[in-house]
C-alpha cells in the first residue's frame, strides 16, 4: 500500500498494459475473452447500481456492452489477468435502463470506494479527450483511436495525440506570524453559499510549481509566498487536471481579494478550521471531502 496520501480519484488499482495496448489485435482479443467487463458511462456520468452498503460501479460483460453502444469503448487496464473496458452512451440511454442510475460525477466521487472513482474517473477524462479532438490539430484531417483509446492519429499526416493533463496548483496559503499560526480561505462567487477553500490556478508555460503557486497567491490575495511545501496530488477529471496540493507559507496577513477569482477571503486559525471541517463553524462551510482542497485543510489544521 502507498504511504503517501492518497486522494479520490488515485489509485487505480488496473494495469495499463501501456506496452500491450498497442496491439490492436491484442486488444480485440481482450475484448472477445468472456471474463472482460466494463463499466458504463452518459456523457460522463457513471451507471451505478445499488448495495446494501452504498452505491456501486455497474459493470456489463463486455460482449453485452459491445452490442449496445458502437465505436464508443476504451481498454482501461488489466485487473490481474482480466480486461476492463468502459464504454459511454451519448443520446437515450434506454439499453441500460433497469441496471441502476447515472450519476454526475462529482455525485458519484462522494459515495463510491476510493478504487471505483478512480476507474470512473479515468474513464470520463478519456472521453472527454476524444470528443475533444476528433480532428488533427497539426491539419485539421479527421483522427482514428488507437491504442485502446489512448491514443489517436492522424491518417493524412501521421502526427499522434496524446490524452494531455493540465497541471494546477492548489495551495493554503498559511501565516506564521502573529499570536498563532492561520490558513487562509477563499471564495468565488459561483459557489454554494457559505463554501470556502483553498486558492488554486493552471500552471503557465516556462513556470515551475513554486513560481505558480506564488504568482496565483499574489494574483488572487496580495500575499508574498516565501517556502512552499509540496503535500499530495489528484488527478481531477473536470475534464482532466492534476491537482498539485501545496502549502504555501505567506509573509504577512494582509491579504486582498482580487474580487475576479476571488470575492472574499478568511483566515482561520486551527480551531477554526478544525470547525469548518466538521461543519460547526458559524459562517463557513468545507470543501467537499473528495477534494483535495479538504484534504488540505485537514492536514495543517490537524498538524
Not at 452512451?89 to 447515472?102: I, K, S, T
Not at 494531455?164 to 459561483?190: F, K, N, S
Amino acid at each position: 500500500m502507498p504511504t503517501w496520501t492518497q486522494n479520490t480519484f488515485a489509485g487505480n488499482p488496473l494495469d495499463r498494459a501501456g506496452e500491450l495496448r498497442n496491439d490492436p489485435d491484442w486488444i480485440t482479443e481482450q475484448k472477445g475473452k468472456a471474463d472482460a467487463l466494463a463499466l458504463v458511462l452518459w456523457e460522463g456520468r457513471p451507471l451505478l447500481e445499488p448495495h446494501a452498503d452504498g452505491p456501486r460501479l455497474a459493470w456489463l460483460d463486455m460482449g453485452h456492452a459491445l452490442k449496445l453502444v458502437t465505436d464508443r469503448d476504451l481498454f482501461l487496464g488489466l485487473w490481474k489477468e482480466a480486461p476492463v473496458f468502459a464504454v459511454e452512451f451519448e443520446g437515450p440511454v434506454g439499453p441500460v435502463q433497469g441496471l441502476g442510475d447515472f450519476f454526475e460525477m462529482r455525485e458519484a466521487a462522494a459515495v463510491l470506494s476510493g478504487v471505483e472513482a478512480a476507474m470512473a474517473g479515468t474513464a470520463k477524462s478519456l472521453f472527454d479527450w476524444r470528443r475533444r479532438h476528433g480532428f488533427c490539430s497539426a491539419c485539421g484531417q479527421p483522427t482514428r483511436t488507437a491504442s485502446g483509446g489512448w491514443k489517436r492519429v492522424c491518417e493524412a499526416c501521421r502526427t499522434e495525440h496524446f490524452p494531455r493533463v493540465d497541471p494546477v496548483t492548489i495551495m493554503l496559503p498559511v501565516y506564521e506570524g502573529g499570536d498563532e499560526p492561520r490558513c487562509l480561505l477563499g471564495r468565488q462567487a459561483a459557489w454554494p453559499p457559505g463554501r470556502m477553500s483553498a486558492l488554486a490556478g493552471f500552471l503557465e508555460p516556462g513556470e515551475s510549481i513554486e513560481e505558480a503557486c506564488a504568482r496565483e497567491v499574489a494574483e488572487e490575495a496580495g500575499l508574498t509566498v516565501t517556502t512552499v511545501r509540496h503535500h499530495s496530488s489528484q488527478p481531477w477529471p473536470f475534464p482532466s487536471q492534476l491537482m498539485i496540493g501545496l502549502i504555501a507559507t505567506v509573509s504577512d496577513d494582509q491579504a486582498r481579494p482580487d474580487q475576479t477569482e476571488l470575492e472574499s477571503v478568511a483566515w482561520l486559525t486551527r480551531a477554526e478550521a478544525r470547525a469548518v471541517l466538521a461543519g460547526t463553524h458559524p459562517e463557513i462551510k468545507a470543501p467537499p471531502p473528495f477534494a483535495i482542497a479538504h484534504t488540505l485543510i485537514r492536514a495543517w489544521a490537524e498538524e
